[in-house]
């Protein structure tokens, strides 16, 4: 069966970090593509952050840029995403997610398209 499984989330005051970690079971995330995507509440789900399957290809929303790193370890068969700098607004559900069928080169920012979902983890930064 395959899974995903968020954690890391939590409480954090402004200017924190937390590191989110994805963890796959019935797959490995090589050959995948993977993104992570975050819903605050009375808001659609937005694209945070996407890496392609050859890993050579990122993608960061604007609001995020050189405060979030997206990574994977194989060993681990794990995605994590990096927030430092927490401002009240990244407050909402994360979610990572992640598909094989995307092109090897190109990172996929948009949730239409991904096959398989975490349950999602809440990040609340306080201000």
């Known amino acids: 069966e395959v899974q995903l499984v968020e954690s890391g989330g939590g409480l954090v005051q402004a200017g924190g970090s937390l590191r989110l970690s994805c963890a796959a079971s019935g797959f490995t995330f090589d050959g995948y593509g993977v993104g992570w995507f975050r819903q605050a509440p009375g808001k659609g789900r937005e694209g945070v952050s996407c890496?392609?399957?050859?890993?050579?290809?990122?993608y960061y929303i604007h609001s995020v840029e050189g405060r979030f790193t997206i990574s994977s370890d194989s060993a681990r068969n794990t995605v994590y995403l990096q927030m430092n700098s927490l401002k009240p607004e990244d407050t909402a559900v994360y979610y990572c997610a992640a598909d094989e069928d995307f092109d090897e080169n190109l990172c996929y920012h948009a949730s239409i398209g991904y096959d398989y979902w975490g349950q999602g983890t809440q990040v609340t930064v306080s201000s």
């Open positions: 890496l392609s399957k050859n890993g050579t290809s990122t």
